[in-house]
């Protein structure tokens, strides 16, 4: 997927007009944990806490094609964390990149320009630590996880500064599959996610 993403913005980029670096953050409306509420043998009862931090920052791209057409890349970065406890104490750390490719439709207007994107994504996981222990206080087995592939929309304002853009968005994700289970099977990453950005692009 990464060459078709370089080869599409390869492409915008030869028939397009100029084109917009920057900055986007901002904060996620869903966690990326979700518990898969399965009953425990023996009404043992799950505790489970996200801790993620409550930040989504990196980099953006924007080439600008004619009739208010264009297309943006992201490489957006979060942090993950949670804590559980069910038969044994748990906890994981670790961090996802996301890379979101989307085409993107700007409403005329001179100064505040109302917008609607659709595209793909995909995301991996790195730097994952974990903490989970088995009855008999040995390490247990690791979390599985792998890269997911997805859909993503979203929608906004493109507020024109002179040189300076500043684009706030609520945009929403639906992933193809789950990219971390538990060895528990507790706790699932969510395949949907919502999330508030702003853009900042020059």
Sequence with gaps: MRPLLLLLLGAASAAAGPVSFGVKAGLPLT???????????????????????????GPTIEVRLPLGLAIEFDALYRRLDYTGHAFNPESVQGNEFEFPLLAKYKFPSKVVRPFVDAGFTFNTLSGLKQSLYSATGLPGASATTNSAKGFVMGGGLDISLKILHIAPEIRYTHWGSTNFVDPEKLVNGSQNQAEFLVGITF
């Design 31 to 57: 966690d990326f944990f979700s518990d898969t509420q399965y009953q425990l043998a023996g009404g043992a009862s799950f505790s489970f806490s996200a801790n993620a931090k409550k930040y989504i920052v």
